[in-house]
């Protein structure tokens, strides 16, 4: 059974920066599309970034593109989510997700293992 552990959140003002880690337990995650999700207080939560198995394409909802990044480490052990020029709309629980073996989407049923979120808070 695999296990995901984000981290990385935090407290930041508007225009900061944070770096979001998610590591895997058990889970090999260079096999998988990983994923990075949001939910913020009152919404549902929605797609921010994926990373596909082979590192490219990487796809972003369209308030991100050019301020979020998301990578792996060298090791292929460890998905980021480098966050830019933060804005208090970013604020919320950010969670990580494995994708099914073969699938890379940006929707929730596209995944299957989750983290437990990390909250992000964006002051202005």
């Known amino acids: 059974q695999g296990q995901l552990v984000a981290s990385g959140g935090g407290l930041v003002q508007a225009g900061g920066s944070l770096r979001l880690s998610c590591a895997g337990s058990?889970?090999?995650?260079?096999?998988?599309?990983m994923g990075w999700f949001r939910q913020a207080p009152g919404k549902e939560r929605e797609f921010v970034a994926s990373?596909?198995?082979?590192?490219?394409?990487?796809v972003y909802v369209d308030s991100a593109k050019g301020r979020f990044t998301i990578s792996r480490d060298f090791a292929r052990t460890t998905v980021f989510l480098q966050m830019n020029n933060l804005k208090p709309e970013d604020t919320g629980v950010y969670y990580c997700?494995?994708?099914?073996?073969?699938?890379?989407?940006?929707?929730?049923?596209?995944?299957?293992?989750w983290g437990q979120g990390t909250q992000v808070t964006v002051s202005s």
């Open positions: 997700a494995s994708a099914r073996f073969g699938r890379d989407g940006t929707s929730e049923s596209d995944y299957e293992y």
């Open positions: 058990g889970r090999n995650l260079s096999r998988y599309a």
């Open positions: 990373i596909s198995r082979s590192d490219s394409p990487t």
